[in-house]
């Protein structure tokens, strides 16, 4: 299947497809649904799920987490046409260098082509607040994360003992990416500090 993705240097996921006029991208049926991003005209919810790869070009990722949006996305589709974004993550395996002159793009694989797409592992969608603390905006049922108590609301102050305001993003997918690996978060809950233990599982 042949799609029209816009390259997006703002969207944090590594692709998301959709349907426009006709052209069906649908998720599979049970596709768990869950926040999505900051779009232009507020939040942006959907499912999130996996393909086999896509390819692009000559490059070809294999096993690629995709986001599906639905809620909170049709005056973006309508506007701008595509099938897809080719987000940030994605992006990030290649080395990216835009000829406006003459409209071209060119991709290189860099020494994280090969790096594997994961979900959160907790089944926690983040966002960094202005204070460095990550704000709990979604969580998927039956993960970790759910079943350890965490609420869409909380804020994550610390991971293991180690203040938020230390770890870059890069680090904090890195993080919440190791399968099997206990983890211990301390939260801010209405102005109240509480600690939750889990052990980070794949759930995508």
């Given at each position: 299947m042949n799609v029209t993705l816009l390259m997006d240097t703002g969207a944090d996921v590594p692709f998301s497809l959709h349907s426009i006029d006709g052209f069906g991208v649908q998720p599979p049926p049970d596709a768990p649904k869950s926040y999505?991003?900051?779009?232009?005209?507020?939040?942006?919810?959907?499912?999130?799920?996996?393909?086999?790869?896509?390819?692009i070009g000559s490059f070809k990722l294999d096993n690629c987490l995709v986001a599906y949006p639905s809620e909170g996305f049709d005056d973006v589709k309508a506007v701008l046409g595509q099938n897809g974004f080719f987000g940030?993550?994605?992006?990030?395996?290649?080395?990216?260098?835009?000829d406006y002159r003459h409209s071209q793009i060119y991709?290189?694989?860099?020494?994280?082509?090969?790096?594997?797409?994961?979900?959160?592992?907790?089944?926690?969608?983040?966002?960094?607040?202005?204070?460095?603390?990550?704000?709990?905006?979604?969580?998927?049922?039956?993960?970790?994360?759910?079943?350890?108590?965490i609420k869409k609301?909380?804020?994550?102050?610390?991971?293991?003992?180690?203040?938020?305001t230390s770890i870059a993003f890069v680090e904090r997918e890195r993080i919440f990416a190791r399968e099997n690996v206990p983890m211990r978060l301390s939260l801010n809950?209405?102005?109240s500090t509480l600690n939750v233990s889990f052990v980070l599982s794949r759930i995508l």
């Amino acid at each position: 299947m042949n799609v029209t993705l816009l390259m997006d240097t703002g969207a944090d996921v590594p692709f998301s497809l959709h349907s426009i006029d006709g052209f069906g991208v649908q998720p599979p049926p049970d596709a768990p649904k869950s926040y999505i991003s900051e779009g232009i005209k507020g939040n942006v919810y959907g499912q999130w799920s996996r393909v086999d790869a896509i390819q692009i070009g000559s490059f070809k990722l294999d096993n690629c987490l995709v986001a599906y949006p639905s809620e909170g996305f049709d005056d973006v589709k309508a506007v701008l046409g595509q099938n897809g974004f080719f987000g940030l993550e994605g992006q990030r395996r290649f080395t990216v260098t835009f000829d406006y002159r003459h409209s071209q793009i060119y991709l290189k694989p860099n020494s994280r082509y090969r790096d594997p797409f994961e979900f959160n592992m907790a089944g926690l969608v983040l966002r960094t607040l202005r204070n460095g603390a990550w704000e709990v905006v979604d969580i998927l049922p039956n993960s970790p994360g759910s079943a350890a108590g965490i609420k869409k609301g909380d804020s994550i102050i610390a991971v293991d003992g180690r203040n938020c305001t230390s770890i870059a993003f890069v680090e904090r997918e890195r993080i919440f990416a190791r399968e099997n690996v206990p983890m211990r978060l301390s939260l801010n809950r209405n102005g109240s500090t509480l600690n939750v233990s889990f052990v980070l599982s794949r759930i995508l």
